[in-house]
């Protein structure tokens, strides 16, 4: 299964975690709404979220058998498991990279990585849409003593040396 996050909305099929056997969720993913249709004790449910209830973008590994075959998928993680959505499953994870990060892009949501154990670690650190890689400098020398930048070709004079009397009288002027 794989969704392209570029043409969206999408509708697909996909079983849910939490869901009984066989039962599978009807979804429409736009780039600001998701829309769950599934059954949940025999009657129907309908769930809709806007996207900035997800908590990012997971990529799950899960081993299929003892000879080091791994299912990898790209999933939209939700705080409640029953939420989460698949949008990519794939047989390496060299297929699934590029998708991940389109996927990231085209949601507004941060790169997420769902370990062995279950938790999570986020490798690219983000604010909301805004991926934060470190800082860069304003300007490109900071060493000019602080001066400001149309100051600085000017060099400062030095304090001229007056001499002050104080022996003269003070002339005032009365009416």
């Known amino acids: 299964m794989r969704l392209d996050p570029f043409s969206l909305p999408a509708r697909y099929s996909a079983p849910l975690a939490g869901a009984q056997a066989g039962?599978?969720?009807n979804i429409y993913l736009d780039r600001d709404l998701v829309v769950v249709k599934r059954r949940l004790s025999g009657l129907p449910?309908?769930?809709s979220l806007p996207v900035s209830a997800f908590t990012g973008i997971a990529v799950r590994s899960s081993p299929l058998d003892e000879e080091g075959a791994v299912a990898v998928s790209i999933e939209l993680l939700h705080r409640d498991p029953a939420l989460s959505l698949?949008?990519?499953v794939a047989d390496s994870y060299d297929e699934i990279v590029a998708d991940w990060q389109a996927w990231s892009k085209t949601l507004g949501l941060p790169?997420?990585?769902?370990?062995a154990d279950g938790s999570l670690t986020q490798p690219v650190a983000?604010?909301?849409r805004l991926r934060f890689?470190?800082?860069l400098?304003?300007?490109r020398r900071t060493n000019r003593r602080r001066r400001p930048r149309f100051l600085a070709r000017r060099k400062t004079g030095l304090p001229e040396r007056t001499e002050t009397r104080y022996a003269e009288r003070e002339i005032i002027a009365r009416t």
């Open 133 to 135: 890689d470190g800082t």
């Open 23 to 25: 039962d599978e969720a």
């Open 137 to 139: 400098s304003r300007r």
């Open 45 to 47: 449910l309908t769930v």
């Open 126 to 128: 983000q604010i909301g």
């Open 86 to 88: 698949p949008l990519v």
């Open 111 to 115: 790169l997420m990585l769902i370990e």
